[in-house]
């Protein structure tokens, strides 16, 4: 498994910007898959974005098509989620997570079935 840390939350009125990070303790970071969960209060966690090893594949829900972003930058160990013209509905708790094997397959997996886990940042729309 490997560490993983967020941050980049906040709030944000409803139509704006922001972006949050995730920085990988482990050197092997190139070798995971990896991907953006949120959870709202009251609701399962779920699925956002993923991404591949090397950043050529991404994966996205469809309720963040077109608005949410999924980058890597492998020398910084670092994942990153940009998130253009937020909604109120986009409040959440924020996680992002890794998992070995292809991102295709990994971003069709449960939340359970992944591997890594980062303790989440905040994120709240203001209408």
């Known amino acids: 498994q490997v560490q993983l840390v967020e941050s980049g939350g906040g709030l944000v009125q409803a139509g704006g910007s922001l972006r949050l990070s995730c920085a990988a303790s482990?050197?092997?970071?190139?070798?995971?898959?990896m991907g953006w969960f949120r959870q709202a209060p009251g609701k399962e966690r779920e699925f956002v974005a993923a991404i591949s090893w090397t950043g050529s594949s991404t994966y996205y829900a469809d309720s963040v098509k077109g608005r949410f972003t999924i980058s890597r930058d492998n020398a910084k160990n670092t994942v990153y989620l940009q998130m253009n013209s937020l909604k109120p509905e986009d409040t959440a708790v924020y996680y992002c997570?890794?998992?070995?094997?292809?991102?295709?397959?990994?971003?069709?997996?449960?939340?359970?079935?992944?591997?890594?886990w980062g303790q989440g940042t905040q994120i709240t729309v203001s209408s």
């Open positions: 997570a890794a998992d070995k094997g292809p991102a295709r397959i990994v971003a069709t997996k449960p939340p359970q079935n992944w591997g890594s």
């Open positions: 482990d050197g092997t970071f190139s070798t995971y898959a």
